[in-house]
């Protein structure tokens, strides 16, 4: 049970786009597309942005996108905006297990 | 309205026990999966355990295995986390979720500290 792999940090003007990108292996990210993305602001819960890869649960709004190329999922949000300044955390299924990423702390400048 | 809200931490000395509960609410508790995911002080989420529907399948994290159980009471709609043999590690955040289109739901969690 390995922890994904994501940059510690990105930063980003307002109005500009960011990816951020999570790294695993075969035997999760590469494996199935169960790939989700949380958001967690400070002292709050996390909430989920995107899952199943690609997906947007209702209310999220469509500047959040997921992709993954073999081992690699990805999560880009354009149109920057001061409230997306937040950590970031990937989640894969890991075949009877959930591995997530260490985080990414997302600054909009 | 689905909530989630969970009880049971606090401060407790290294070697002992505790018992968190997740009390679910504003959906059919016993068709989802449920999983536990905790936070430690300035660091990331880290999964530690999941329980199926009907509670007859559980999976652990391996820093937790054979120290956590992790059960359901669907009559109640309330999962819960029994956890022994803790040490100052197992100081964090636990959160329950909701495992549907991702962890679709997620409590507010519940503080449980390792100390003398």
């Known amino acids: 049970q390995s922890a994904l792999t994501q940059p510690r940090s990105v930063s980003e003007s307002p109005g500009q786009s960011v990816a951020i990108s999570c790294t695993g292996t075969s035997s999760d990210v590469g494996a199935y597309d169960y790939v989700s993305w949380y958001q967690q602001h400070p002292g709050k819960a996390p909430k989920v942005m995107i899952y199943d890869v690609t997906k947007r649960p209702s209310g999220v709004p469509d500047r959040f996108s997921g992709s993954k190329s073999g081992n690699t999922a990805s999560l880009t949000i354009s149109g920057l905006q001061a409230e997306d300044e937040a950590d970031y955390y990937c989640?894969?299924?890991?075949?009877?297990?959930?591995?997530f990423g260490g985080g990414t702390k997302l600054t909009v400048l | 309205e689905v909530q989630l809200v969970e009880s049971g931490g606090g401060l407790v000395q290294p070697g002992g026990s505790l018992r968190l509960s997740c009390a679910a609410s504003g959906f059919t508790f016993s068709t989802f999966r449920m999983h536990w995911v905790r936070q430690a002080p300035g660091k990331g989420l880290v999964w530690v355990s999941l329980i199926s529907s009907d509670g007859k399948t559980t999976n652990y994290a391996d820093s937790v295995k054979g120290r956590f159980t992790i059960s359901r009471d669907n009559a109640k709609n309330t999962v819960f986390l029994q956890m022994n043999s803790l040490g100052a590690e197992d100081t964090a955040v636990y959160y329950c979720?909701?495992?549907?289109?991702?962890?679709?739901?997620w409590g507010q969690g519940t503080l449980v500290t390792v100390s003398s």
């Open positions: 989640c894969s299924w890991a075949g009877n297990s959930l591995a």
């Open positions: 979720a909701r495992d549907y289109n991702g962890l679709g739901y």
